[in-house]
Structure formats: structure tokens, C-alpha cells
């Protein structure tokens, strides 16, 4: 559908502005605005029926498509235009020009709206202006600490925003207000100043007219561990020198400037004071205090370490072979250490003593010796540290005695009841002690 105005209303008459009497035979000539090129106008609002450039009136000073007689309305586009009224002799009565054409409508179906929010990266301290509303402020602060001061939220007004980011490879952003306006997100206060501690973390602030909210705060806590938090130690008061940024879990009853905290709370420092961060109950998060390098996480109202228990599940740390032989509780013990506890045998042997002698079975025992008739050398395949052993032995048809040890081997001797050494078929031997 054309844009279209009406040039006349319907039902105008043209008059002679002398005498009052209809203009007969009158003409309306059309033309460019500012110009003598004839403009083309049209009898309908589509702008699809040309009547020509000019319109001449009847008897009765109506315009008309066809020199006099077929009475018509007169439209014409966009674009301004001139007209000039004569009489049916050619005397100019009228001329306006520069008149307005239609007015231009949009058709919402072809709007294209396109949001923009400029980048503009700072390195050195700076005083945020209302002309930057709106605004990505990439502070880049690997040089040193950037204090980025925001404007007064009651002078730039409620709704006024504007996003910064940490975008150094070390310090801080500190994002300061002035007229001790205060920074808040939900219930948390970070009171006049937050500070950004890690790279990447970023947060949109808004007026509310008075003071500044914050909005998609990306928080460093969570970034830089992905979803564990990194926590510097459990206390019960504030650390004298903490890092902008580090966080605590809190024990017992807080106190000095966690005063009004709560066991269990994540306290964390902003560079001007301390926020507050209550779990909420069996919220699932999970933390590594790295004073302690033990993971813990929030079951239930508390922080519990994730040592495993026989009551639950958890981290569980292997046990080396200073572990092992110390019998030290709570370590997990793999495969190749079970022989290293004291009460686990450090070589076994079963073995056929006649002719020549053949190992049934065996652990850490390597090969037998024949001595000569029931005397007879076990060779280990461990090395006890000292030749404090003990072992324990068996035989089908004898007795059995110690003859000689080493630290990697014994001597063993079998008799029957007349004490005259005798062979048995089966024989059987068990060390313990340390290796």
C-alpha cells in the first residue's frame, strides 16, 4: 500500500476569490517543489490511476480526471510538491510551493533494531561519566590495582548501567562509589567498593536512583575453580593481611569483624571489608581449603571434610609403605602394599623335599637348596631389613629346626623322632617382619 495524500478534501469547490463564483474551467497545474517540472498526480490513494499533471475544474470549480466533466480527487505521494490555480484564461491565481507530501509510514515487518554497547578497555584509574551508560569497560590491570569510580547514582538516575570486567592477568579492579553510595547484590553488601580479584570475573551495576545493584555478577569464586570454591583456611576470626578476594569458611563462633557472621558462613574479603555468604542447607557445594589440602563439602546445615568414614562415602588417601607398616588409620590400601603391614606374611612356600627339591607353591620365595638328607636353604625374594624375623613351619614326617638365617634366606633342618635327618614330602614355611 503507497503512502498517499489527499490534495483537496472531498467536495472542495474552487472559487474566484473576487467575485465568490465557482471556478469554471479552472486549472490546477502540478509540479516538483521549487521546480517547473509537471509533477504526475493520481484519483486514487494506491496511486496506481494517473490523471495527469494538471486538473481542470468543471462548471461548478470541482476538479475533474478528463478536462471538465468526470469529478475526481486528487492524491499525491511522498515527496513535496508545488501547484499553481489559473483561471480557463491563464491568469495565475494562486501558487504554493514547497508543500508536504504524505507522511512516510514504516512498516514494522521491515524495522530492524540493532542494540549497541560500545567496548572501551582501561588501564589506569578512572572516573566513569553519565555518557558512559551503557557501556563494556574491560579494565585491564595487570600493571598494578585499577580503581574504577562510578558516577552518583542519584545524579545519572534509576535505571542507568553499565558493565566492567577483570580483564588483566593479575591484581585487582576495585570499583569504588562516591557520597558513600553502597554496592549490593540480593543480601549480600559489599558496602562502598567490590573488587573484581580475578581474571575474567565481571559484574553489570545499575542505579536505583540512590545506591548500585549488581547484576550477572561472574564471580571469581566460582570461575577460578570451576563450581569448587578455593578457600584459604577454616578461622574463626579475620586473618591480619588477607588477599583481595580469598575466602574463609568460618568456625566456631565468629568474631571481630565476623562478628555478626555464623559458623559455617564463606566470608570474603573485597579489598574494603568483608561479605557474607550463607549456604544455604544441602546446597551441595564443595570447597578445598588449601591450609589443610583437604576438599569439604556442605551436607546437610555444615561443612564436612570429605575424609570417607564407615558412615559415608569420600576422598580417601593412599597409604605408601611408611603408612602401611605404621598401621596409620584412614589411608586405602592398593595391591602392591598389602604385604607391607605387620601382620601380613612377607613370604610363604610349600615345597616337596625328596630327590630334588620342587615348589608346590610360593610367595617371595625364589628357589629351595638341597643340603644334603632334611637339610635344606629357602632363598627369598624379599629382603628383611634386619634378620629380626620370625617364621613358623610345618612338615608331614619330622620335626623342624632353624640351622642358620640371613636377611634373604634360612636353614632349616628335619629330623624324625630318633633325631637322625630324614627328606619329607611336604613342607611348608611363613616369615613375617619388616622390609
Request: aromatic share 8%; proline share 4%.
Amino acid at each position: 500500500m503507497a503512502d498517499s495524500a489527499l490534495v483537496f478534501p472531498a467536495g472542495l469547490r474552487l472559487t474566484d476569490s473576487e467575485t465568490g463564483a465557482p471556478l469554471s474551467g479552472g486549472v490546477i497545474r502540478f509540479y516538483d517543489a521549487g521546480t517547473t517540472t509537471p509533477k504526475t498526480v493520481y484519483s486514487d490513494s494506491d496511486l496506481t490511476v494517473a490523471i495527469g499533471t494538471t486538473s481542470t475544474t468543471d462548471a461548478l470549480g470541482y476538479p475533474t480526471s478528463d478536462g471538465g466533466s468526470t469529478k475526481t480527487l486528487i492524491y499525491v505521494g511522498t515527496a513535496p510538491y508545488k501547484l499553481t490555480v489559473e483561471t480557463s484564461s491563464g491568469s495565475v491565481l494562486a501558487t504554493h510551493d514547497n508543500v508536504k507530501g504524505a507522511v512516510e509510514i514504516t512498516d514494522i515487518s521491515d524495522l530492524s533494531v540493532v542494540f549497541s554497547r560500545p567496548v572501551v578497555v582501561k588501564s589506569l584509574n578512572y572516573t566513569v561519566v553519565a555518557g558512559d551508560q551503557s557501556k563494556v569497560i574491560p579494565v585491564n590491570c595487570t600493571g598494578g590495582d585499577v580503581t574504577i569510580t562510578l558516577p552518583s547514582a542519584a545524579t545519572v538516575g534509576d535505571g542507568w548501567f553499565i558493565t566492567l570486567q577483570h580483564a588483566g592477568s593479575a591484581n585487582q579492579c576495585i570499583i569504588a562509589t562516591v557520597s558513600s553510595q553502597t554496592i549490593s547484590s540480593g543480601h549480600i553488601n559489599y558496602s562502598t567498593s567490590m573488587a573484581l580479584a580475578r581474571s575474567g570475573e565481571e559484574v553489570t551495576l545499575v542505579s536505583d536512583g540512590g545506591n548500585w545493584r549488581a547484576f550477572g555478577h561472574t564471580s571469581s569464586l566460582f570461575k577460578s575453580a570451576q563450581g569448587i570454591l578455593s578457600i584459604v583456611d577454616l578461622l574463626s576470626s579475620p586473618p591480619g593481611s588477607p588477599d583481595q578476594g580469598a575466602l574463609y569458611i568460618l568456625t566456631a563462633t565468629p568474631s571481630g569483624a565476623w562478628a555478626g557472621f555464623a559458623e559455617h558462613d564463606v566470608a570474603q574479603y573485597t579489598g574494603a571489608g568483608w561479605v557474607r555468604i550463607t549456604p544455604t542447607t544441602d546446597c551441595g557445594w564443595h570447597a578445598f581449603v588449601a591450609d589443610e589440602n583437604k576438599v569439604y563439602r556442605f551436607v546437610d546445615s555444615a561443612w564436612v571434610v570429605e575424609d570417607a568414614t564407615t558412615a559415608r562415602s569420600g576422598t580417601v588417601q593412599l597409604a605408601d609403605a611408611t603408612a602401611m607398616e605404621a598401621r596409620t588409620a584412614g589411608r586405602a590400601v592398593t595391591a602392591d602394599l598389602v604385604d607391607r603391614h605387620p601382620a601380613v606374611p612377607k613370604a610363604w612356600v610349600l615345597f616337596n623335599g625328596t630327590g630334588t627339591p620342587a615348589i608346590t607353591s610360593s610367595y617371595n620365595v625364589t628357589s629351595i637348596t638341597d643340603n644334603g638328607t632334611g637339610d635344606y636353604t629357602v632363598n627369598l625374594g624379599v629382603t628383611f631389613s634386619n634378620t629380626n624375623w620370625v617364621w613358623a613351619g610345618g612338615t608331614d614326617a619330622a620335626f623342624m629346626f632353624e640351622a642358620d638365617r640371613t636377611t634373604s634366606s634360612i636353614r632349616v633342618g628335619l629330623t624324625n623322632l630318633a633325631s637322625v635327618r630324614v627328606d619329607a614330602s611336604r613342607i611348608c614355611l611363613v616369615f613375617w617382619g619388616d622390609v
